[in-house]
């Protein structure tokens, strides 16, 4: 596997944006939260972006693809919180669709670059 930084990966630019975007619109969300959904949303968020640094630093694509269902799965629940969070209201349309798009495009890096490891194992 070729070694390159982490940070030099488009799609863990955007899931480090993606997170940055959940951390300002969860700063928003009623102080009830805090412990609830505030707290869910941004460690799932948090989670895609680490997972793809972890499973960069890891020696065999592999062991990288593993890192990266991992991620894969916590864009997946970040994106559920964020549809439940836009039906309690505590996210206006825009809002919620602006964040479900950007990470839309993340799980589409995320595909790319899973299914580039896979192809290039095989």
């Known amino acids: 596997m070729t070694q390159s930084a982490f940070s030099d990966l488009r799609v863990w630019q955007s899931a480090m944006e993606l997170a940055l975007q959940i ?21 799932a968020a948090v989670s ?5 640094a972890e499973g960069k630093g890891r020696r065999t694509s592999k062991d990288f693809s593993q ?8 864009l997946l629940e970040l994106q559920t919180l964020t549809m439940i969070a836009k039906r309690l209201g505590y996210l206006g349309d825009e809002q919620a669709n ?7 495009e993340v799980g589409k890096s995320l595909a790319g670059l899973i299914n580039s490891l896979a192809a290039s194992a095989a």
């Open 48 to 52: 895609v972006p680490s997972n793809i």
């Open 98 to 104: 602006v964040l479900l798009k950007a990470a839309a």
């Open 23 to 43: 951390y300002r619109e969860t700063s928003n969300f009623p102080r009830s939260e805090t412990y609830g959904l505030t707290q869910q949303m941004r460690r």
């Open 67 to 74: 890192f990266l269902f991992q991620a894969r799965g916590s």
